[in-house]
């Protein structure tokens, strides 16, 4: 079953209070900061709504705040998928896939990354199996949107300050609304 732009706003209607991860944001407050850092950084329509949409997953599997403080990797980058790849293009969708990689991968990569991660994101990167080995970073940047995934991965990374003034859900909603297939 494919998602709707109403489907889409109901689930951060219902589930967006939901806390980030033990940040001192919500689920809705940091989709809508990951959306705003990357339009303000000019990426395109497609990588902003995946920006704005990339943990949309743990709002589907709702294992409520901070499972990884349970021991749980609740698939979030995976979940989604399926509701959203009848509506969305892959320059969308695997941004999204491929951003829990892209943090083991920038790990390896950026010897100054693992250390301004938050305890909670640390914590997940060994749920979602560690740093990648050199070979594994260099397969990982060969694949197809493995930049933008990086990027959206930066991006999520900073969308953890609170009281952020950004764009409504409304704007967002709009920009997944042109990339829509």
Partial sequence: MALSLDDIRSLFAEHGAISYSGEPVSQLEHALQSGSLAEDEGASDELIAAAFLHDLGHLLNLHGETPTARGIDDLHQYFALPFLRPILPPAVLEPIRLHVDAKRCLCA??????????????????????????????SFLQLPYAQDALRLRRWDDRAKTAGKETPSIEHFLGVVERVMC
């Fill in 109 to 138: 990569i950026d010897a100054t990354y693992f250390g301004r991660l938050s305890e909670d994101s640390v914590r997940s990167l060994e749920l979602q199996g560690g740093v990648f080995s050199e070979e594994e970073a260099q």
